[in-house]
């Protein structure tokens, strides 16, 4: 068995994972990554598919220069040259008719659209401006519940529903009411960026940072144990191609899972209240359609957010942002299908009701040669978020210096890959904190 | 050598799909389970190692 020896080791080179790693061994800490597929980035990079470059799970910087991992970037000194293109802010679809809102007071003038009279605009606002800027409601009823409380108005609850789907891919009545807007508040006003070959280009310059230096990024190596002994964590048995390795460690990093985190560790390790709040995380399901199109089926480049329809609320076309993405005349369209309840549904009955929305917001699909491209099932070990947005996250694990990372523990206010780096950056910190090179 | 993929793990998330050199892996959604083209596989074993829930094994 080989054996090896560093400061930390991180199983798994997702973005949370690397801005970890990138903080730490830029800092002096001797860094191993361990990644079990051949290419870097999880759930946050961009791959080449019959002539298509498409995302795996993350499309863009959704927090604009401020985003976690283009900070963790900055702070490391790591390569930030390259070109970012901003998806500008979607058109709407309200009873037959696309309107571009103001780039700041979008949501007001949506409510002011669809209010009976300005009685109930003013109410409304009143009452989302209060929590908004005030205190945000109880995490004790889902935004949905909330909602309903504030109005009766069925279009400002679709309205406020299809941005929740944007926001953390969950519906309204899924997701705890005082984080959905600690999200809401975090996210508003922000650009959304896509580097010049997606995200690919921040987890390869990332990874540039930490091989020179002395960082090790170790690809087709599948860690099978986390070395425990008295309440401490002591280091990484792994399998790759030259066969078994041992990894003694001060710190290990777990960025697959806090389920997983538990499994390889053992569950002896944990007291029993942890163990039960790791079984009870759910992860985010859904249905993600890719379609491809002779010339676009849209031509407003932020998209279009629609709220009659009955699965898909966003739709964007990415080729309008990047026509490097997609072979010539060609377009590429991605929409997400968030299903109404988490668990139970058919898939497939979730893809024929998709499959009506595009034909019903896009008439000329089929006249301009559409094509389902990929139809994608996030679920399991490959969710489009290992946990829903709640306000216990805890990236400390019962075990000392075991550490997870990655999106089922984004702190508090944070969605899906930035909120995931900005758990890398909070632990890297902790850990310079508590153990000096 | 050849592939076989175990329907029961099988997500259907096609990351498998995306790493495959000579596209031939499908995951069709009648069933949101992957299958493969044998014509078309070359048995460069690579979706192996891509595959999340381990659901591909050498045949």
């Known amino acids: 068995m080989e054996k090896k020896n560093c ?95 103001p780039e700041k007071g979008g949501l007001w003038h949506l409510i002011s659209l669809v209010s009976r009279d300005k009685q109930e605009e003013e109410k409304v606002i009143a009452e989302l401006r209060r929590v908004f800027t005030w205190r945000e409601p109880s995490d004790q009823i889902t935004f949905g519940e909330w909602l309903l409380g504030a109005t009766d108005n069925r279009t400002i609850y679709a309205i406020l529903n299809s941005w929740c789907v944007q926001v953390m891919g969950a519906n309204a009545n899924e997701v705890a009411a005082g984080e959905s807007v600690r999200c809401f508040r975090n996210f508003t006003g922000t650009q959304h960026l896509i580097p010049q070959n997606g995200l690919k280009t921040i987890i390869e310059s990332l990874a540039k940072v930490i091989t020179s230096r002395k960082g090790e990024l170790l690809t087709r190596v599948k860690a099978h144990k986390i070395l425990v002994r008295a309440g401490m964590a002591k280091g990484v048995e792994a399998r790759g191609p030259d066969g078994e390795l041992q990894i003694e460690a001060k710190v290990v990093i777990s960025n697959i899972g ?64 990047w026509p490097e993405f997609s072979p010539k005349g060609k377009n590429l369209m991605s929409f997400y299908l968030k299903p109404e309840h988490r668990f139970g549904y058919n898939p497939q009955k979730e893809y024929e009701i998709g499959m009506a929305d595009l034909v019903a917001t896009f008439p000329r699909f089929k006249e301009q040669g559409g094509e389902v491209l990929q139809a994608r099932h996030y679920q399991g070990e490959w969710p489009f978020a290992r946990a829903l947005p709640s306000s216990e996250r805890h990236q400390k694990t019962p075990v000392e210096n075991l550490y997870n990372v990655g999106d089922a523990v984004n702190p508090q206010g944070w969605i899906g890959g930035s909120g995931a780096a900005q758990s890398g950056r909070m632990v890297a910190e902790d850990i310079m904190k508590r153990n000096k090179v | 050598m050849s592939i076989k993929i175990d329907q029961s793990k099988c997500i259907g998330c096609c990351v498998c799909v995306l790493s495959c050199p000579t596209y031939a892996l499908f995951v069709p959604w009648e069933t949101f389970q992957c299958i493969v083209d044998r014509d078309l596989c070359n048995q460069c074993l690579e979706c192996i190692d891509y595959c999340p829930t381990d659901a591909i094994e050498e045949a």
């Open chain 1, 258 to 321: 806090p389920k997983k985190t538990v499994e390889l560790s053992g569950e002896q390790h944990f007291d029993r209240g942890y163990a039960e709040e790791v079984k009870a995380l759910q992860p985010l399901t859904g249905l993600h359609l890719f379609v491809t199109s002779n010339g676009p089926l849209y031509d407003w480049p932020g998209g279009l957010y629609t709220i009659e329809t009955q699965r898909a609320v966003v739709w964007i076309d990415w080729t309008l942002i």
């Open chain 1, 7 to 101: 400061d930390v080791v991180v199983i798994g080179s997702g973005i949370g994972g690397l801005c970890a790693a990138a903080k730490l061994s830029y800092a002096g800490y001797k860094t191993i990554v361990l990644e079990r597929m051949p290419i870097l980035g999880g759930r946050y990079t961009y791959v080449d598919y019959k002539g298509y470059h498409v995302k795996r799970g993350v499309p863009a910087l959704y927090y604009g220069q401020r985003d976690p991992s283009l900070i963790t970037l900055k702070d490391v000194h790591g390569d930030v040259d390259f070109e970012m293109r901003q998806i500008p802010s979607p058109k709407w679809r309200i009873g037959g008719k696309d309107y571009q809102l």
